[in-house]
């Protein structure tokens, strides 16, 4: 269950990094008032070094629905771990970091360890951490600041496109009143995937706008997956966090 969760993220980042090119400042900048609403999203982006809480995550098929409760951890642009219990009990651990990708799971007994290069190489497309946190705490995946964006305001918010399609569709949807990201939707139409990632709630905790709930839908050669992650118990700069993480002996590699 817990490893079907991390492969649907990593399926998003999948789906998102297929076609990824860095680009000159374009269309977007120069219109002067997309230029100052993409500051302002970046302008807003959550400042902190640590957080925790905890996260709750429903996860739903065609074949079953199913939720778990997580404990989340993040130290900002260095690490992001996550803890799964059943009655106090740790049942699945992940440990990610810009360089490394690490999780086991207890009742299968299995482990995944690997660097975003591994990963990269067996999905065939690159990954990175920095895509990966964005899409955590409510950032745009791509640089908006980079490539060439075409610019509309729509009834639901600032909506930045690809002024030229590429081998994937993108849509980046800003909301008008905290610049931070409502939706951001991404195709393969030739692979039939598809990800779109809504940001249906924010909470203001401790002075910081952080997402309270996202929605992942994931669609692959027909079937469609959903993962609803809520944010609870936020605190950032509390301490020090601790990142406890030992793949136990005796477990079976396996392959996300």
């Not at 950032?139 to 490539?147: F, K, M, S, V």
């Not at 959903?226 to 005796?250: H, N, Q, V």
């Amino acid at each position: 269950m817990y490893r079907k969760i991390l492969g649907l993220v990593l399926l998003s980042l999948f789906v998102v990094s297929c076609g990824s090119r860095k680009g000159v400042k374009g269309i977007a900048t120069k219109n002067a008032e997309a230029a100052n609403i993409i500051e302002s999203h970046y302008n807003s982006e959550t400042d902190f070094k640590t957080l925790s809480g905890k996260l709750r995550t429903v996860y739903q098929s065609e074949e079953r629905t199913q939720s778990v409760n997580l404990s989340f951890r993040m130290e900002k642009d260095k690490a992001i771990w996550m803890s799964a219990s059943v009655l106090g009990f740790p049942v699945a651990k992940a440990y990610i970091t810009p360089s490394r990708v690490s999780y086991y799971e207890k009742v299968s007994q299995t482990y995944f360890d690997g660097d975003f290069r591994l990963l990269s190489d067996l999905l065939g497309t690159p990954l990175d951490f920095q895509k990966l946190q964005n899409l955590l705490i409510g950032q745009a995946i791509y640089d908006l600041r980079e490539g060439e964006f075409e610019f509309s305001q729509t009834a639901k918010g600032f909506q930045f496109m690809p002024a030229e399609e590429g081998l994937i569709k993108k849509m980046f949807l800003l909301n008008p009143k905290n610049f931070k990201t409502a939706a951001q939707q991404l195709a393969q139409t030739q692979e039939n995937k598809s990800v779109t990632v809504t940001y249906s709630d924010f909470q203001e905790v401790e002075g910081k706008i952080f997402p309270e709930e996202i929605n992942i839908i994931a669609n692959e050669a027909g079937s469609s997956t959903r993962i609803e992650l809520t944010y609870r118990s936020l605190e950032f700069d509390r301490e020090e966090l601790s990142f406890p993480f030992d793949i136990p002996s005796g477990y079976e590699e396996i392959s996300l």
